[in-house]
């Protein structure tokens, strides 16, 4: 009977704590964020998918708040409790129907329709591909033909290109000291894999490749060499139409660093020049094989170091900048043109200080 006691008055006490722990932060003001637009409309756009995670703090407690350039924002706290069950609500990437849809051996790619988890075993490759607009999830499990170099345990897999139904993959992985890189094509309708043979060489021990592009008629890749000393490194950019490879003299004299834009048919490198306060972009045309340049003029919250968050998608840079402690402002930017297609502010009605820009995605 007294033990019976001892956990009801235990169990009050730990009511009345919890209690008093959630009333106390209910009475916080934390953040209260509204959009305005100063240029452009973002109503029919790709930009009213724009999402920004703003997390502020406000007497130990942080609020995550989903803010959408349509003027939408969503709000969620973060206390103890929540850190301990978890909370998927505002991960952009297990935002989804699928709670289980990533695991920890798998790699995660993505494009404008499909999330990708890709796992490889010794002679199998298990693919995940989760629908942004169905929010369905496909599952399934593709062997390696008998003349692709199996036995990659969990190595990476990363997405390069989606055609049709077909994707372009890269596998890498560590075997004998040194790194392998393989490129396959994947058809998921037939549930086919098969390397994709090229007239470049194997990478050698020092070396590492970077496929930015894949396709039925091209590659395009990125190639690190590193002496043996480590002392040295030499970066160049090639294109492999599987019977010729060829050096891409344009690129490789820019020193600059090349990614790939939307379906790969462009490449683009971007800066911010400290001394012209700009930044700055060269842009590559896979089909043309011209290089085009251009530049816009940063402004002064932009120009604080670490206060821009920048990315670009749909051929278009966008950019999001503190004014302040506790506002934001994002300019989107036509990368082809240079024109700014779009100016707009997220401020906070409460003006809570401590606020911090955890991620920004397109949202689906």
């Not at 011209?290 to 840079?317: C, G, P």
Request: glycine content about 6%.
């Amino acid at each position: 009977m007294r033990r019976f006691q001892y956990l009801v008055m235990l169990l009050v006490i730990c009511l009345v704590s919890l209690t008093s722990y959630y009333g106390y932060t209910a009475t916080i003001q934390t953040a209260d964020y509204t959009v305005e637009h100063i240029t452009g409309d973002v109503k029919g756009t790709n930009l009213a998918k724009l999402h920004l995670i703003l997390q502020s703090t406000a007497k130990g407690k942080n609020v995550y708040s989903d803010v959408s350039l349509d003027g939408t924002v969503k709000k969620n706290g973060d206390n103890y409790l929540e850190g301990i069950f978890g909370n998927r609500e505002f991960n952009p990437i297990l935002k989804t129907d699928a709670k289980d849809f990533l695991r920890a051996d798998e790699t995660l790619s993505e494009d404008d329709d499909y999330l990708y988890g890709i796992r490889t075993a010794e002679q199998e490759l298990e693919l995940k591909m989760w629908d942004k607009q169905t929010k369905r999830l496909t599952e399934m499990t593709l062997p390696f033909p008998s003349n692709v170099e199996t036995g990659y345990g969990t190595g990476a897999v990363t997405v390069i290109n989606r055609m049709d139904k077909t994707l372009y993959i890269q596998v890498d992985a560590y075997r004998k000291n040194h790194e392998t890189t393989q490129l396959m094509q994947v058809d998921y309708q037939q549930k086919k894999i098969k390397p994709i043979r090229l007239a470049s060489p194997a990478i050698k021990k020092n070396e590492f490749r970077n496929y930015l592009t894949a396709g039925p008629d091209r590659v395009i890749y990125r190639q690190l060499f590193i002496d043996e000393n480590q002392v040295g490194t030499k970066d160049e950019y090639f294109e492999d139409d599987g019977k010729h490879v060829r050096p891409i003299e344009k690129l490789n004299k820019t020193n600059q660093s090349f990614v790939a834009m939307g379906n790969g048919e462009r490449l683009i490198a971007y800066n911010e020049n400290e001394e012209t306060n700009e930044l700055q972009w060269t842009v590559y045309d896979t089909a043309t094989k011209q290089v085009t340049k251009d530049a816009i003029r940063l402004e002064a919250a932009e120009k604080k170091m670490e206060s821009i968050n920048e990315a670009f998608a749909d051929n278009q840079f966008y950019f999001v900048s503190k004014m302040n402690d506790y506002d934001y402002q994002i300019r989107v930017v036509d990368i082809l043109s240079g024109d700014v297609i779009y100016v707009g502010q997220i401020r906070d009605k409460n003006q809570v200080k401590s606020s911090a820009i955890i991620t920004s995605f397109f949202g689906y």
